[in-house]
């Protein structure tokens, strides 16, 4: 039951849409009632409910909902419903559903998982989660990010365990801030004993579906691609490369079995697009074909997984056994154009590979931050009526790299220039790019460099006999959402959750910036070094043979960053910023 | 016919793709990457064919061919969305068929056709009888052509008119573009190709006459240049079987009267209870208004796919949703209830350049929804979707609209604003030996300029908006004080004393900053980045804008760098700006004028040159070292 307090709010209830996968679940809305404000009842008839196919964006897999529509709302009113389930979202398996109640029975028969929170964008008053279970079925249960109340009792149907929660605030959200399951006060239970037995659990699922079994023109598309190469990593990095980039993201369903059953490789060879799973299975079925030892795994991309055997992944990889126990984790959904197998933006991550012997759960180590180098290098000069040329030189590595690849071949075209010239006009409203280049985005062997070339009338402030200036390369030209998500987590104030970031970084922007003949440099920008626990700056500026010299290096050393050490990213990134506002002033 | 039973025997090979050395013969010669370097996609024909039935009934029959050439493009073309409405229409004979540089033939199996609910309309029940149906090409490769085809009809007549607009220009490149009509020879079909020379082919048969568009060879446009406005500048073919003004105003005002007459209780309460305590008839007006536009969600989809077909005001407020016709619906009956005159028009800006909307009676062009309201014998006009303070008639000049209720014949022209419109500022400050300064100014905004429904309403509300006057002009300054001298909706008249400092930035470097005024037509235009341009930059009205700052500093006092003059003509219009020093008076004279709205693309590279050089640190910068 939802109480209404504004007319904003009443605007959001105008229907309330209940979920549901015809291939494995069922779902029913079997009351709908508004409590006016003024004491009045009004029943919503359950023949207004519209069942209908949902929206869908990148997975098209058929889902439907409820859709129940509300009359208007006022506030003071409320509205309450109740609606039954049965069954679960996700069709795991494969196998030979049968009719009636056959295809709500769960992938691991005879177990049942779920995560809930009890936190929300709203208020709650009250939340409480109540499950029975036969009196033989053990379960796992932990609570999370806060305290819930709880009670165990028993019936003639089971042990019934319930878990509540009152008076519970909206939560404030955060920019960058980690995951609602990350920060919100959580309950996750699981019947399944331990990890091992998920992972062989998910070993067989895939096997018996003969999901990663090849046919010719698989194995001549492997040989094709492996051609020539001696050895197994870059055979594996170069089937990795063509799956990442030939098989498009859209997920269209194999009906029965969609889920945790990944698309046979042979399917998924054909119509050249899948979802996370179903190109990972692309890639297993593809190193099978060239004869490593592989499997699938799952993971949870953006968010943490507790150590209890609930499903708490939302991503699908790669697992190369290259020793007894010891395995090598490939992602080709999120390495397309990356000279990364695994990428960045996933250490640290946890993992449950699907193996026979069956595994414990996993993490992959942290990403050093120099492994994501942003290299901004800046050499131009300047003329005594203070218009600027130069060229900027930028590269990357690790998953910064990737992004600056992906910046231009995931970008239109004819958008290429036109974003340049938006990097560029953060150095001067009047920048005009020259020219510009960049390798081959494609090319993951070559490291990828764009070059600007550019000029600006009236950079400096000229005056009869010196200039004042900013230093070009200070200027963070290079910003998007993904290569520069640390801005955002920055300069927010007061913190109460941790920071989630896409990965570590390394930032370093070089300057040699020409003064006309027979200039000096009298002072330039001065920095003030910082070091904290999650970010550092330092930076310097000199001048050398005719022309200034600086060098500024910012370092985000971690991924997720404590709430508690969000002020010194913050001091880093303000003492960058001001070094690239300082004024540097030069005279005959 | 060769195209359509290779398709069909495609489409016969579920899951088995069938291999050959190349590509498919057809698709040989077509050009590619090489031809087309900045493109992702290129379209190689594309067809649509409607057809009109006696009885009113029409079908379309779609056809498109595309090369892929870029990994983007498979992503740009991969999963492309066919609206039909399920209750009236049904969607069949729909088919992909993927032909790769290798030889494979991969026809789409049932599960790349997914109907869905569209985003837009997952909240408004009473519109999910439209759907959209996902197409989900399969077997994609660089280099393979596509091909794509389905047909939608209706089910039974359900039509006033058939009209469409088609723009003949899109992102991706096409190497030749069809559109056919088909209508029974006694309809007459009325049409007006715009922004382009092209005349139909026509041919008559079976009791039908088919008129046929076909352009080669069009090249295509980055759509993110501009926005929907600047898009009407592409070429377009407008159609209509209504024969005129009159009868598309009979068509749906009659409709609309009738929706907006239907009020309830329900309604009146909530009208009574929205403008309690309200004082003055604009007050009342505009707590409706707000509430509407702001405590209704409106229901994003093209108002030509609705037909114009507004619901009852009733059904829009206990549903509490509604499209742009729905809530100016539901804002008309609730005006009513005060006892405000107001109607619906549906309007498109209509200036030279973008094509005559006049041109042809199509309503489906006018796919915006304004509401005039007569306000104590004056006229005042609303978006049914926005607060007065985010769009007011400054923003609808030069649209033209046909009123949607009964009784009008003609499109009318939005009158311009009350004044001329003018910017001006006048500030003067005295800077203290510390670098800090104080002082007051004077801000006038006239005409598209005025900045009454931001301002206007409470204290909270003036000191917002001084703060952003001030802020653009002297950035970093702080609002002490504001007092008002005129507060008009054609005209805004504040003084503002305000105090701030130069601030530090390098060894003993000081900076003060001056910038252009709020509201600045040459302001961070949208795109402005972009060095050239392929769609006219549209600005929101032309304009003249003055400002003078004044500093008097201290004795001793001389600033270390001091902007030079500037001068700019272009084409698009033209900046002065001079700076004096006389004596301790250091002042700053700017003038713009901008003499259209309508930036073309040759003349944008002068009109950014305005911009830049307004923006540039070297003539908005003075410097104090120490």
Known sequence: MVKVLTDAGAAKYTAIRTDYDPASSFAEVRSATVYRGDGGVEQVPVSSVLDLPQPQEMIYWGPRMKLTPIPKLEPGDAVEITTVS???????????????????????????????????????????????????????????????????????????????????????????????????????????????????????????????????????????????????????????????????????????????????????????????????????????????????????????????????????????????????????????????????????????????????????????????????????????????????????????????????????ANAVKPMFEQWLARLSPSAELTSCATTDPVDVKTPFVITLVYRVPGYAMATKDGLFFKLPAAQNIVSNRRLTDFAAAATSKKRNYDIFLRATRKCVFEETLSLPQGYVLKSGPEAKPVDAAAASFEGSASFKNGAVVSKETFIVKKKIIPADEQPGLAEAWEAMNAFGDGVAAASK | MCKLLVSLLCAALWGTASFA????????????LKEYPSSDVLVLSESREYTVEPDGRVTE???????????????????????????????????????????????????????????????????????????????????????????????????????????????????????????????????????????????????????????????????????????????????????????????????????????????????????????????????????????????????????????????????????????????????????????????????????????????????????????????????????????????????KGLPLTVGYDKLHTMPAAGKANRLEANLRATVTKALAFAGEGTFVFSGGYTTFYEAQGSQDALKTAAEEWLGAVLPGADVVSTSVNLMAPEQVSVTVAFKGEAKEAGKGIHVLKTGLLHGSLLAHPAQIFRQKRELPLLLPFAGHEETRVSFELPAGLKPAYVPGRLSLKETAGSVNEAWSLDGNQLTMTTEADVPSRFVKPEDYPGFRRLCSSFAAPSANTILFTK
């Open chain 2, 61 to 399: 029959r779609y056809f498109k061919a595309e090369k892929i050439l870029t990994y983007q493009g498979m992503d740009l073309v991969g999963d492309p969305l066919v609206p039909f409405n399920s209750e009236t229409q049904e969607i069949r004979d729909y088919a992909l068929t993927t032909y790769t540089p290798d030889g494979r033939v991969v026809g789409a199996k049932a599960n790349s056709f997914n109907e869905m609910t569209p985003f837009e309309l997952e909240k408004a029940p009473a519109y999910t009888s439209w759907r959209e149906m996902v197409m989900t090409k399969v077997g994609l490769d660089l280099g393979a052509v596509v091909e794509s085809r389905y047909v939608i009809s209706d089910k039974r007549p359900w039509r006033k008119f058939f009209e469409k607009a088609v723009p003949f220009v899109y992102a991706l490149p096409c190497l030749e573009r069809i559109v056919k009509v088909t209508v029974p020879n006694d309809v007459a079909l009325h049409w007006a190709f715009l922004n382009g020379d092209v005349k139909p082919a026509i041919t008559s048969e079976g009791g039908a006459t088919t008129y046929a568009w076909a352009v080669k060879s069009a090249d295509g446009v980055d759509m993110a240049e501009g926005n929907r406005d600047e898009w009407l500048a592409r070429s377009r073919l407008v159609f209509t079987t209504c024969p005129g003004w009159r009868e598309a105003n009979a068509a749906v005002g009659e409709l609309t009267d009738g929706a907006v007459a239907s009020g309830s209780e329900e309604i009146n309460k909530k009208t009574r209870e929205l403008v309690a305590g309200a004082a003055t008839i604009f007050n009342k007006v505009q707590c409706i208004h707000d509430y509407v536009a702001e405590d209704i969600p409106t229901v994003e989809w093209p108002l030509g796919l609705f037909g114009f077909t507004p619901r009852p005001a009733a059904e829009v407020f206990h549903t509490g949703y509604g499209h742009a016709l729905d809530k100016a619906v539901l804002l008309c009956a609730m005006l009513k209830q005060i006892g405000v005159e107001a109607a619906p028009a549906a309007c498109a800006l209509g200036i030279p350049g973008l094509g005559d909307v006049d041109a042809v009676p199509c309503l489906a062009q006018l796919d915006e929804i304004l509401v005039h309201a007569d306000v104590d014998g004056k006229p005042l006009w609303l978006d049914p979707c926005a607060k007065l303070s985010e769009r007011s008639q400054r923003d609808f000049q030069d649209y």
């Open chain 1, 86 to 412: 049965k069954g679960f979202v996700i069709a795991y398996l494969a196998g030979k559903a049968g009719a009636g109640d056959e295809r709500y029975i769960p992938p691991m028969r005879g177990h049942y998982y779920d995560v809930v929170l009890f936190q929300a964008g709203l208020p709650i008053v009250h939340k409480v989660y109540t499950i029975t279970l036969p009196k033989d079925k053990p379960i796992n249960a932990r609570v999370f990010h806060g305290e819930l109340g709880s009670s165990v009792s028993f019936s003639a149907n089971g042990l019934v365990y319930s878990w509540w929660k009152d008076n519970v605030p909206a939560i404030q959200r955060e920019p960058k801030m980690v995951e609602d399951t990350d920060a919100m006060p959580k309950l996750v239970l699981a019947t399944v004993p331990d990890w091992p037995t998920k992972s062989r659990w998910f070993y067989k699922v895939n096997e018996d579906a003969s999901a990663f079994a090849w046919n010719d023109a698989i194995k001549r598309k492997v040989d094709e691609i492996t051609s020539g190469l001696k050895d197994d990593d870059e055979k594996r990095a170069a089937l990795l490369g063509w799956v990442a980039t030939r098989i498009r993201y859209s997920g269209i369903s194999m009906s029965k079995g969609e889920g945790y059953t990944l698309h046979p490789g042979t399917m998924t060879f054909e119509d050249r697009c899948g979802v996370c799973k179903d190109i990972a299975g692309m890639l297993i079925t593809m190193f099978r074909a060239a004869g490593y030892t592989t499997y699938p795994a799952m993971t949870m991309a953006g968010a943490k997984v507790e150590n209890l055997p609930a499903d708490q992944f939302n991503h699908c990889v790669v697992a190369v056994e290259i020793k007894p126990g010891e395995y090598k984790m490939y992602d080709p959904t999120w390495c397309p154009f990356s000279s990364e197998i695994w990428s960045s933006a996933e250490k640290p991550q946890n993992y449950d590979i699907g193996s026979p012997r069956g595994e414990e759960l996993m993490e992959t180590p942290p990403a050093p931050p120099e492994d994501n180098l942003i290299r901004v290098v800046s050499k131009s000069s300047l003329l005594a009526n203070g218009d600027l040329q130069g060229t900027f030189s930028i590269t990357g590595g690790h998953y910064s790299e990737t992004n600056l690849r992906w910046a231009v071949v995931n970008s239109n």
């Open chain 2, 21 to 32: 050395a190349g590509i498919a013969p057809k698709y040989a010669s077509s050009p590619g």
